[in-house]
């Protein structure tokens, strides 16, 4: 598999039949912009404890830039890795440290669970839609990233999306990175809100989906905080920005 540098300077990698694992407009800015920023609800951020489900995982890119941007000491953090391929482990060594804690996805390949500090991390092999049935605690957050829907349309499905909706908490946040009305639709169905995400470059919009919340605390508008990675691995926070809350509509 070759290394192919993307727009932002960061690196992704060309599978042989399903085409690349991350946008070629920017593997670390999707990671940031399209999956984990939307996540991070004001309510899921006061949580001291947060459990986040890697659908797809790869190279961990979600899982790592997660990490950049809350640490690994200030809250607990549980995070599933669901993935088919146990070869990409190997793979994984040899890429660059592209995220500041890339150094604890590469410690996964001879600890897995990895426990540090606040953090456990586990790596589940195997199909993501029998094995999801595994996790046992509900989960707050779903980074979901297979490859495109027109090449694994079984990992898009209404029953894959409720799959995750079931086990997860009141308030949690579904992001991926394809807007494709399918897409939309069968998480819908699956009974998430649906909302777009952020556009990066000339692509269209992420999408983020929310399972509603009773709370009324949970249906007052959303900080979403605002931090880019500029040139460097290291996340920069700037101005937060205030966003309607889609639990309220
Ligand atoms: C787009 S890549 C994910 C990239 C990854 N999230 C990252 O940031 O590095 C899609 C991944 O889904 C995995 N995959 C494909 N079918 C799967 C399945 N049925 N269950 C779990 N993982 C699967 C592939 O091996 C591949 O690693």
Redesign the pocket.
């Known amino acids: 598999m070759q290394l192919i540098q993307t727009l932002d300077g960061s690196y992704t990698l060309k599978?042989d039949s399903?085409?690349?694992?991350?946008s070629i407009a920017g593997?670390r800015q999707e990671?940031l912009l399209k999956?984990v920023k939307p996540a991070l609800t004001t309510e899921l951020l006061k949580k001291d404890k947060l459990v986040i489900l890697?659908?797809?995982?790869?190279?961990?890119?979600?899982?790592a830039c997660l990490l950049d941007v809350l640490g690994i000491n200030e809250k607990k953090l549980i995070i599933y890795g669901?993935?088919?391929?146990k070869t990409?482990l190997n793979k994984i060594q040899d890429l660059p440290d592209q995220f500041r804690h890339y150094n604890l996805i590469k410690k996964l390949i001879n600890q897995n669970p990895l426990i540090q500090d606040k953090l456990k991390l586990q790596l589940i092999f195997?199909?993501?839609?029998k094995?999801i049935k595994k996790i046992q605690e509900r989960i707050d957050i779903c980074?979901y990233?297979?490859?495109?829907p027109s090449v694994?349309p079984?990992?898009w499905t209404e029953k894959c999306f409720r799959s995750v909706y079931k086990i997860m908490n009141k308030g949690g946040v579904l992001t991926t990175y394809s807007c494709a009305r399918t897409v939309q639709e069968n998480m819908q169905k699956a009974g998430f809100i649906v909302k777009n995400g952020p556009e990066i470059g000339r692509r269209g919009p992420s999408t983020i989906g929310y399972r509603s919340c009773k709370n009324k605390i949970c249906n007052q508008n959303r900080i979403i905080n605002c931090c880019n990675y500029k040139q460097t691995n290291r996340p920069v926070y700037g101005f937060a920005k205030r966003q309607e809350c889609a639990s309220s509509s």
């Not at 995982?57 to 899982?63: E, I, N």
């Not at 990233?145 to 495109?148: A, E, G, L, Q």
Request: charged share 25%.
């Open positions: 599978h399903k085409g690349h694992y991350h593997a990671a999956f890697d659908f797809c995982f790869g190279f961990g890119y979600k899982t669901l993935e088919i391929d990409l195997g199909d993501a839609r094995q980074f990233d297979p490859f495109s694994e079984g990992l």
